[in-house]
């Protein structure tokens, strides 16, 4: 268990200190892409440290993880839409969510906005929804202005939160460290039990 929280400590403390070197854009811009279409972990991982070792810079964290977010989304749509008897296939299929595809597309011809917003503000794999809007053939322009809307929405409560309270977060944030990683690791759980339930 000491090993485990010094080694936490460690990843933390990179990603506060990683906050100012001229990579770190970079690389929450590729997280937040990837997560979009392919990637398991969501880029909060960057974002929340990078937010509160530079709570000024926030709102430009959110602007390029949303940026980024929604580029990945379109990648995702783009897999689903022409690529998904290969990749987009195996991509749901590892996420043990092939047999529920059908159903998820059907439900596109009525509420295809209201999936994309809500699953796009939620811990629900986004990546499941940008594949699935391209495989049933959602509007493509529709698309990117709900992704804008949910994934900017989520981002931008996160920048609001650490901007105005960066620094008693942060305080929290470090005296329990163990309980909130595991909570974050939890939220992450529940979004997969979730969309394997509902979707």
Known sequence: MVVHAAMLRRIYDWCIGAADK?????????????ESSFFPVPPDIMLL????????????????????????????????ALLYDSIGHWL???????????????SYAEWGAVIILVKGLTPIPYKLVTITSGFAGYNIWLFVLCSIVARGGRFFVVAVLLNRYGDVIRAE???????????????????????????
């Not at 926030?58 to 949303?66: E, I």
């Open 92 to 106: 749901i299929e590892l996420y043990g969510l092939s047999g529920k595809v059908e159903a998820f597309r059907a």
């Open 49 to 80: 440290p990078m937010s509160l070792a530079r709570p000024k810079r926030a709102w430009w964290f959110a602007a390029v993880c949303t940026v980024a977010s929604v580029a990945g989304g379109l990648l995702g749509y783009a897999i689903g």
């Open 22 to 34: 001229p990579y770190a854009l970079w690389i929450l811009a590729a997280v937040s892409f990837a």
């Open 173 to 199: 944030l470090e005296k329990r460290l163990g309980l909130w990683v595991g909570l974050g690791a939890a939220v992450l759980v529940l979004g997969f039990y979730i969309a394997f339930r509902l979707i």
